[in-house]
């Protein structure tokens, strides 16, 4: 399926899948039955699937989805019948795959929750504060939650518990503290004091996380 226009408000995930070349007319059977149940659910836009990459033993796809609302999206990452064909397909073809959100889908997000346009590298910064520590605060403690998973199982679910804890509760916590740096109402002065409070944070996030794993 072809991408369509941009639908101002949309939010989009994407998806890498490696692919052995053994496993090309089941990988293309899988996608067939899941694009299929995914152009059922609501908010859906459209999907757009293309090889990246060529590998001696394998070929990596990207997959973009698109829908109305993060919300949307976030229902059918969690759909139970996709979850069902995933698992079925990782163990026994062991496809790999990991997944992420577009920045910009986070920025008009955002934008709809202040006065003015934000602009993408505030928003950037605003998502890597909140995702950096989320990400690396659930991974220990999905696998020892899930000893048993996959990485690819694992990775679906952290990604999906990280995007919903961004979107719906840090980013909107956080862009609070920092609405008038945001919203560009700061002084020269202020501005760079937010940009260094920020800088901070980060070098206290990693040094911390650095320091509890030894390194």
């Not at 299929?36 to 990207?62: K, S």
């Not at 229902?75 to 069902?84: F, G, V």
């Not at 679906?156 to 008038?180: D, E, H």
Request: hydrophobic share 45%; net charge positive; charged share 20%.
């Amino acid at each position: 399926m072809k991408p369509g226009r941009r639908e101002p408000g949309s939010f989009e995930y994407h998806f890498e899948q490696r692919v052995d070349r053994r496993h090309l007319d089941r990988f293309h059977h899988f996608c067939a039955r899941l694009d299929q149940l995914v152009q059922q659910q609501e908010g859906f836009i459209n999907l757009d699937r293309q090889a990246i990459q060529q590998q001696p033993d394998a070929i990596v796809f990207r997959t973009s989805l698109r829908f109305a609302t993060i919300q949307q999206c976030m229902n059918w990452l969690d759909h139970p019948k996709r979850r069902r064909l995933l698992l079925k397909e990782e163990e026994e073809a062991g496809f790999h795959f990991q997944g992420k959100a577009n920045w910009m889908g986070y920025g008009r997000w955002l934008s709809q929750r202040i006065r003015r346009a934000v602009p993408t590298w505030k928003v950037n910064l605003m998502v890597l504060l909140t995702l950096y520590p989320s990400a690396m605060l659930l991974s220990p403690v999905l696998r020892r939650l899930l000893p048993d998973a996959s990485a690819a199982t694992l990775m679906l679910v952290s990604n999906t518990l990280c995007v919903a804890a961004t979107s719906w509760l840090l980013v909107p916590g956080i862009s609070r503290v920092y609405r008038r740096w945001l919203e560009g109402d700061s002084t020269a002065l202020q501005s760079w004091a937010y940009l260094a409070s920020l800088a901070g944070l980060l070098t206290l996030l990693w040094w911390g996380f650095s320091s509890v794993g030894g390194g």
